[in-house]
């Protein structure tokens, strides 16, 4: 059963792409997943953000807290299969230092990445993971 939901950015194709990454190194299922443009999505960043927020950075909720930027990176890495939770050592590193790191690329994800039109649909494997 899922633990985490991450609330991503379904038309930014890095943020599609960190999903489908996170799918591949769950064998657990601890994950679920929202796009922020979603009802679902909007809902939870409104419950536990900022109502009405513009986001650069996407959300872990798990265990009544929820994470974000460089501090929901890492308390995803620490959840997938071996060898990704060795990334968890990166905690080390100052938070406004990983949090600016993490920033220069979220604020430039379209233009490295680019963008859909609209959100993915998620594999029927895996469409039970996804909050509609």
């Known amino acids: 059963m899922a633990s985490y939901v991450v609330v991503y950015d379904g038309v930014c194709n890095l943020c599609n792409g960190i999903v489908r990454f996170i799918i591949r190194h769950d064998s657990g299922r601890k994950f679920r997943f929202a796009p ?37 990176a890492l308390a995803i890495v620490r959840e997938l299969d071996r060898p990704w939770p060795l990334l968890g050592g990166l905690r080390c590193v100052p938070g406004p230092v990983r949090d600016f790191l ?31």
């Not at 939870?44 to 950075?57: F, G, K, Q, S, V």
């Open 102 to 132: 993490y920033g220069l690329v979220a604020r430039r994800r379209y233009r490295l990445f680019g963008r859909r039109e609209s959100c993915r649909l998620p594999d029927p494997e895996v469409a039970d993971r996804f909050l509609g």
């Open 36 to 72: 922020m443009q979603s009802e679902a999505g909007r809902s939870l960043i409104d419950r536990h953000y900022e109502p009405d927020a513009e986001l650069d950075t996407f959300l872990v909720i798990g265990g009544g807290v929820c994470r974000v930027r460089s501090d929901a």
